[in-house]
């Protein structure tokens, strides 16, 4: 099963990366039945504040997992890792499933600061974030796929790296947001 998952990690990322995308866009166009998920008031009404720690840790995680590798600490560097796929696929969980039961969050604060602060950060965000799931995915298939030794003759670095500088500005552009619809306005 591995031997036929590391010849297929280009075909393997770009399925992966549909669901999880298609989920992301059937949920924010409102395709998901919301008959079909459990409605819990409490959560919903904590998932930004989540969402905000989740991406602290995250950023954390992934600096300590850059920092790891560095020092060719493997092991630290692959826990690090995975613990920051874990945290990213729990923020995307919670951003899923309130997006499909309480919609998106209108901003409350001057349309000047929307139209020129807002919602570029905002874009920039999602677009990131969009561009990060089939690197991320991509990456860690690489990582899972082959032993230590044939990592470092995969493109698992270059586009590792690439994947970790898009996914820190990503985390921390959502911070960003997050204080301006829910802190800042």
């Known amino acids: 099963m591995q031997l036929q998952a590391r010849d297929n990690v280009p ?5 992966l990366s549909a669901l999880a995308l298609g989920a992301v866009f059937a949920a924010v166009g409102g395709v998901i039945p919301t008959s079909l998920i459990p409605r819990i008031d409490g959560l919903i009404a904590v998932i930004p504040e989540l969402n905000a720690i989740i ?8 600096i300590a997992g850059w920092r ?12 690090y890792m995975l613990a920051s796929t874990v ?5 995307l969980v919670f951003y899923l499933y309130r997006i499909t039961l309480a919609g998106t969050t209108d901003f409350g604060g001057p349309v000047a600061i929307e139209q020129f602060v807002y919602l570029p950060i905002l874009a920039v965000h999602i677009l990131l974030a969009i561009i990060c799931v ?6 860690l298939l690489l ?5 230590i030794e044939d990592i ?26 997050y ?3 829910y802190v800042v306005y």
């Open 11 to 15: 075909l393997l990322t770009v399925v």
């Open 55 to 62: 991406s602290i840790t995250a950023i954390g995680t992934i």
């Open 68 to 79: 790891a590798i560095r020092r060719k600490d493997v092991s630290s560097h692959r826990n």
């Open 87 to 91: 945290l990213f696929a729990a923020f």
């Open 134 to 139: 089939p690197l991320v995915i991509y990456t």
């Open 143 to 147: 990582a899972v796929t082959r032993p």
């Open 152 to 177: 470092y003759t995969s493109r698992h670095r270059s586009v590792g790296q690439i994947a970790a500088v898009l996914w820190l500005i990503s985390f921390s552009l959502g911070i960003v947001v």
């Open 179 to 181: 204080a301006m619809l």
